[in-house]
């Protein structure tokens, strides 16, 4: 076997090679982000719909008061004193400068002619009252515009036991070229309506249920007998002797009027209230509704309610009571 000529000083390829150092590390440059980064928005919240509150004291209906002197009935016909009086949560009285004092309380004989027609109350607006609409009298000697405040022209009959009144909001005013000032009922009544009008018209306190006060003023027969029934009896009479009942009932200062339902009997068989002014023919009444507990006469803590009716036309006291009983007499009832 032939082998190639030996050459002298002759390396090999591969170990004629030299090692390569490792290129240099050079950091790189932070690339720039040609879009920032935008702020996190946050979705909407979901809507969920919220439980409806459970009232912790359900609405009840308030009981029906008693008045000590009705009748044992059935259906009720006519609420205390009357529907207008009944305002439910509010009352109309008077906004006052302080806290109020405690210390206020069938075939006919003679032919019925009807009475002529005067000048009536109307209803206005009284700028100086802060633009309350009032009641103001046929000669606007009175001025009703709350239940418990009186506005008396000066010059004017103020009502027996009524005092000046400096604690109200507004307490006199100019209407009309007239000054007027502000009248309350110096007292508190019992929870009852006959006889609060009885107190009115003998003008002092009285014992509750321990005799009757007031008779019925054409007959002269005593009134206040409901148990026994003779109210009913004493008013139809009243009528069928021809004196002013109804609409034409026309009680003077010091009188009161009583509407005696004369039909099927109701909760409450009659509804007095005294009359404490008049105007021609408007006459302004102190009333009082029952509560729902008979009267005590140690509860004396019912302020009186302030009206005007009209003698005769739709806004006297027959008209404004005659749909709360069946078949309903207004008559005029005096002192005993």
Do not use: W
């Not at 946050?42 to 439980?51: F, G, L, T, V």
């Not at 409901?226 to 026309?250: L, M, Q």
């Not at 004396?300 to 709360?324: P, Q, V």
Request: glycine share 6%; with cysteine.
């Amino acid at each position: 076997m032939n082998k190639p000529p030996f050459q002298l000083n002759q390396v090999p390829a591969a170990a004629a090679r030299r090692p390569v150092a490792p290129p240099v590390y050079r950091p790189q440059p932070v690339p720039r982000v040609l879009q920032s980064k935008a702020a996190q928005v946050k979705a909407p919240p979901i809507y969920r719909p919220q439980p409806v509150p459970r009232v912790l004291q359900t609405k009840t209906a308030s009981p029906v008061p008693i008045n000590k002197r009705t009748l044992p009935v059935t259906s009720p016909i006519r609420p205390p004193v009357a529907s207008r009086l009944q305002k439910p949560n509010v009352k109309n009285i008077v906004q006052r400068k302080s806290a109020p004092l405690l210390a206020r309380p069938t075939a006919q004989s003679r032919p019925m002619t009807a009475r002529p027609v005067v000048q009536l109350y109307s209803t206005k607006k009284i700028a100086n009252l802060n633009n309350k609409t009032a009641k103001v009298s046929a000669s606007e000697h009175y001025i009703v515009a709350y239940e418990d405040i009186l506005f008396v022209r000066t010059g004017a009959a103020v009502p027996h036991g009524f005092v000046r009144d400096t604690d109200v909001q507004v307490d006199q005013f100019d209407y009309n070229g007239s000054t007027y000032c502000a009248y309350k009922y110096n007292g508190l009544f019992l929870k009852d309506c006959l006889h609060t009008a009885e107190e009115l018209i003998n003008q002092k306190q009285l014992q509750f249920n321990k005799e009757t006060s007031s008779r019925v003023k054409g007959i002269g027969l005593v009134f206040g007998q409901a148990k026994s029934g003779k109210n009913i009896e004493y008013a139809k009479r009243e009528a069928s002797d021809g004196h002013p009942v109804n609409e034409r009932a026309d009680p003077a200062v010091g009188e009161a009027y009583a509407i005696v339902g004369t039909g099927n009997p109701g909760k409450y068989p009659y509804h007095a209230a005294a009359v404490v002014a008049k105007d021609g023919n408007d006459t302004v009444t102190l009333e009082v509704s029952a509560d729902y507990t008979d009267a005590r006469d140690d509860d004396r803590t019912t302020e009186g309610e302030l009206c005007m009716y009209e003698i005769g036309g739709n806004k006297s006291f027959h008209t404004e009571c005659a749909g709360d009983y069946d078949q309903p007499i207004t008559i005029v009832i005096v002192r005993k």
